[in-house]
């Protein structure tokens, strides 16, 4: 209640959308370190090259990601032991998606069919079947929704 009479008595909007978004004119972060995204954003990619999930942080960070599960992934072979469950792969971090690499988002005034097909993403991850999110996709039935494409416009400029 405090909330709605709060936004009513202020033009710009209510205080706690500014304190939730952040003002219009400072960049998107980072989720994870909270540098400027439009620096160098990245997307995290399936086995056959497609996002796996809509999130967005830094290059630095997802290589990260990635260093991280092979690190596990290298203890786990040193030890031997078939008590211990193998690791699980590299996932999103914030939404625990599994994939394969990182890839910069490119420029789409540069090299605009990379940025269409980096900024697909899949809305139904699981596939309808449970199988690879991959596995339906192609060239022909990728589709950039306005959310995605407004998305990856916001990581890439300043």
């Given amino acids: ?5 709060r936004s009513s008595n202020s033009s710009e909007g209510p205080p706690l959308l500014t304190l939730e978004c ?4 400072q960049p998107v972060e980072c989720s994870v370190c909270f540098d ?7 997307v995290f990619v399936g086995d056959a090259g497609y ?13 990260h990601v990635l260093d991280e599960a092979s690190d596990r992934m290298r203890a786990w072979r040193a030890r031997r032991d078939p008590r211990i469950h193998k690791p699980q792969g590299p996932v999103c971090p914030l939404c625990r998606a599994p994939f394969s690499s990182a890839v910069r988002l490119t420029d789409p005034t540069v090299d605009p069919r990379s940025f269409f097909h980096l900024a ?4 139904d991850r699981t596939g309808g079947g ?4 991959d596995a339906e996709r192609s060239p022909e039935t990728l589709a950039l929704t306005e959310r995605h494409a407004m998305g990856a416009l916001t990581a890439l400029l300043p």
């Fill in 120 to 123: 697909c993403v899949p809305e």
């Fill in 130 to 133: 449970g199988g690879d999110p």
């Fill in 1 to 5: 209640a405090q909330w709605k009479a």
């Fill in 36 to 42: 400027p995204l439009h620096v160098n954003p990245a």
């Fill in 22 to 25: 952040g003002p219009g004119d």
């Fill in 51 to 63: 996002r796996v999930c809509g999130h967005f942080m830094c290059l630095n960070c997802a290589e």
